[in-house]
């Protein structure tokens, strides 16, 4: 079956200008997780989604990111009036997260890798 | 601050030999400690992962090593070889019944090169 698909797989803006990056997960999963991964760092954690619960921003690095999922399905990361520290390669996890389950694992897309000039 | 600690940040190693990972937390909370594996321009995708009730887990070449007293757990790469050169996070969770505890606290990773 398909994986986790991301788009665009590269944007380059401008700095000041908005992007918006896109998450389809894997059908039927009710997880959905961005997070961010900057040259020679781990994957920073920036937002979760869990069925119809609110979502955990407490990763969101600011007031210009944001991020919904609409009908629990595709997710959008929104940047407003990007800066050049926003460059980075922005990875969307989704995950069964079945209940009682003993395990996590997190299918991950290619990531969008974002340049802000 | 880093809830899970990683190292080294790069290894060489020669084909054939063992490669080993380390990684240390701080929670206790943790109860989920799963290794990516993670080729250039590709998303992390998981290798293997281990539950604290027990000490060693192995799949084919991998093993992880848990040691639930000191907080610590590795990755053992047996046999190394060319096609495991790539990157190789460790990470910790909590897995439970409730809804809002699922993210993953990830190390900054270990680049591995294993020479032919």
């Known amino acids: 079956g398909a994986g986790v698909s991301q788009s665009p797989s590269n944007k380059v803006t401008e700095k000041g200008k908005d992007v918006e990056l896109r998450c389809d997960p894997i059908?039927?999963?009710?997880?959905l997780y961005w997070y961010r991964q900057s040259l020679g760092q781990g994957l920073e954690f920036l937002i979760y989604?869990?069925?119809?619960?609110?979502?955990?921003k407490s990763g969101l690095p600011s007031d210009r990111f944001s991020a919904e999922r609409t009908g629990g399905s595709v997710s959008t990361l929104t940047i407003q009036r990007t800066q050049q520290e926003d460059s980075a390669v922005y990875l969307c996890?989704?995950?069964?997260?079945?209940?009682?389950?003993?395990?996590?694992?997190?299918?991950f897309g290619p990531g969008t890798r974002l340049t802000v000039l | 601050q880093q809830q899970v600690k990683q190292s080294p940040q790069s290894l060489i190693v020669q084909k054939g030999g063992i490669s080993i990972i380390n990684c240390a937390y701080e929670?206790?909370?943790?109860?989920?400690f799963p290794w990516y594996q993670q080729f250039p321009g590709k998303g992390p995708a998981l290798l293997i992962a281990?539950?604290?009730?027990?000490s060693e887990k192995k799949e084919g070449r991998f093993t992880i090593s848990f040691n639930k007293s000191a907080k610590q757990f590795s990755l053992h790469i047996m046999d190394s070889q060319p096609g495991d050169s790539a990157t190789y996070f460790c990470?910790?969770?909590?897995?439970?019944?409730?809804?809002?505890?699922?993210?993953?606290?990830f190390g900054r990773g270990t680049q591995l090169t294993v020479w032919p």
């Open positions: 996890a989704s995950s069964p997260r079945l209940a009682g389950a003993s395990y996590n694992e997190q299918f």
């Open positions: 989604f869990q069925g119809n619960s609110a979502p955990d």
């Open positions: 059908s039927g999963h009710t997880a």
């Open positions: 929670n206790t909370a943790f109860d989920y």
């Open positions: 281990i539950r604290p009730d027990v």
């Open positions: 990470a910790a969770s909590r897995v439970m019944r409730s809804s809002t505890l699922g993210r993953l606290y």
